[in-house]
């Protein structure tokens, strides 16, 4: 798994077409975890979230195994609209 920190690597993993954006957020009930291709996952959000407050309240980090990630965060549940 691996964090995703800058706009570049966001867009080069979206770009593959394959594997699978995990993200994090403290102040959610639940966290997702969605197909690189998903609508919801933004550049929009990703950069308020990462760049801009710097990771503050939650982080996007990118994998091959989708059950990785959901074994390592806590209310990681798989987004139902992509899943
Ligand atoms: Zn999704």
């Given at each position: 798994m691996e964090e995703l920190l800058s706009l570049e690597h966001f867009r080069e993993v979206k770009n593959k077409g394959y594997g699978y954006i995990a993200i994090t957020d403290k102040n959610l009930p639940k966290n997702c975890i969605h197909h690189t291709s998903c609508y919801e996952v933004k550049e929009m959000y990703f950069n308020q979230k990462v760049?801009?407050?710097?990771?503050k309240n939650g982080s996007y980090y990118f994998t091959e195994e989708p059950m990785l990630a959901i074994y390592t965060f806590e209310k990681m549940e798989k987004c139902k609209k992509c899943f």
């Open positions: 760049i801009i407050s710097n990771r």
